[in-house]
């Protein structure tokens, strides 16, 4: 099938509760760009190009300012190109986001054209919904306990954002959590890397509590490690130490922390992104899988990479949107249930993407 025009909008919806605060970044919104394949057989796909949070602004308004070249580059072209692109992209650094909304788009087309599911595509649905875990970001004790109280008694996994402050107020945020949350569920204590390693085991020796769960406490994959190693809390690696596909592998094959995030759109894509979830499988390791908070475009399709991990492996996904004023709503995510997502089984809707976004931004071809 050859690509006849691309269609671009950009979408960067705002945080609904203000600016969003880790400890590597301060967010105001999510920058993202949502494009439409279309090609001469007439079938459409859609992809979301998920610009990472933490790349420096003249970063991003130069990977904006690319898209007039490299996607312009496509109209003719078969799309296979879109893939093979993807592919040569996809472990560059600040080109990763790209990839993936590039792959998202090349992978609905093919669902479409085989008349299947998207997460088909990726290998496979084992469920048809998966556990969707609440994260936390507020620092005030009371803002936490409003925020525990929105989450539920259903949510079984609960996130928690620190790093930010003190040392001693990501120790009270933890036991303001941990004091308002039921025998039965988890806290991810996700410190996104901006603990040193003596801070990090501090922390591990303060607080022991069987519902915890260490996330990221470090930006070096060998401080974590060393963190695993001197408390039997388990550890949690995520996107600042396993970025690469070579790092995610490497922390599976060690088998020293317990459990490790899978986030599409920042290492690269949908394919690697599949490779280290089955990799996890093969190694019988626990994973999350979600990603930096974006669109319903983004969202859905790493939800249907979610969809095909083994429950009993997978610690939760997340609708990525939940922080954010979710305005237009493009249908990529509904709740069947109390603390649990899926996505709509016929894929992408994109008469509502047209409607809802009005004219875009710019058309190739």
């Excluded at 439409?36 to 459409?44: E, L, R």
Aim: aromatic share 6%.
């Amino acid at each position: 099938m050859k690509i006849s025009k691309i269609e671009v909008w950009n979408f960067e919806p705002k945080f609904r509760d203000g600016p969003y605060a880790m400890s590597h970044v301060v967010q105001e919104c999510a920058y993202g760009r949502i494009i439409c394949v279309h090609t001469q057989a007439g079938i459409s796909g859609l992809g979301e190009i998920v610009l990472s949070p933490s790349l420096p602004e003249a970063d991003r308004l130069e990977r904006i300012s690319d898209e007039s070249d490299f996607l312009s580059s496509f109209i003719g072209q078969d799309i296979e190109s879109l893939a093979a692109f993807a592919r040569e992209v996809q472990q560059t650094d600040s080109w990763q986001g790209i990839a993936f909304g590039l792959e998202t788009a090349y992978f609905d087309i093919q669902r479409q054209y085989r008349n299947c599911s998207f997460a088909d595509v990726l290998g496979g649905a084992i469920t048809e919904d998966i556990n969707d875990y609440f994260s936390i970001s507020e620092s005030a004790p009371d803002r936490i306990r409003e925020r525990l109280e929105i989450a539920g008694p259903e949510r079984t996994v609960i996130q928690l954002k620190l790093g930010v402050g003190l040392l001693k107020d990501d120790d009270a945020q933890i036991k303001t959590v941990l004091d308002g949350m039921a025998s039965y569920q988890t806290l991810l204590a996700d410190a996104n890397g901006g603990w040193s390693l003596s801070d990090a085991l501090e922390m591990a020796r303060e607080i022991h509590d069987p519902r915890l769960v260490w996330e990221e406490p470090c930006q070096r994959y060998e401080d974590n490690i060393a963190v695993a190693r001197a408390t039997v809390t388990p550890v949690m690696l995520d996107g600042q130490s396993c970025k690469t596909l070579a790092a995610a592998q490497k922390a599976i094959a060690d088998n020293i922390a317990e459990s490790i995030c899978i986030k599409p759109a920042l290492i690269g894509g949908l394919t690697l992104a599949r490779e280290v979830r089955d990799s996890c499988v093969k190694a019988g390791m626990s994973m999350r899988i979600d990603g930096p908070w974006c669109g319903d475009i983004a969202s859905a399709a790493i939800l249907n990479l979610a969809l095909g991990a083994p429950e009993e492996l997978l610690i939760a996904g997340c609708d990525l949107r939940e922080p954010l004023t979710i305005e237009p709503n493009l249908g990529g995510v509904n709740s069947p249930a109390p603390a649990r997502i899926a996505t709509p089984v016929n894929g992408f809707d994109i008469g509502r993407v047209r409607s809802s976004l009005g004219t875009p931004e710019a058309i190739y071809g």
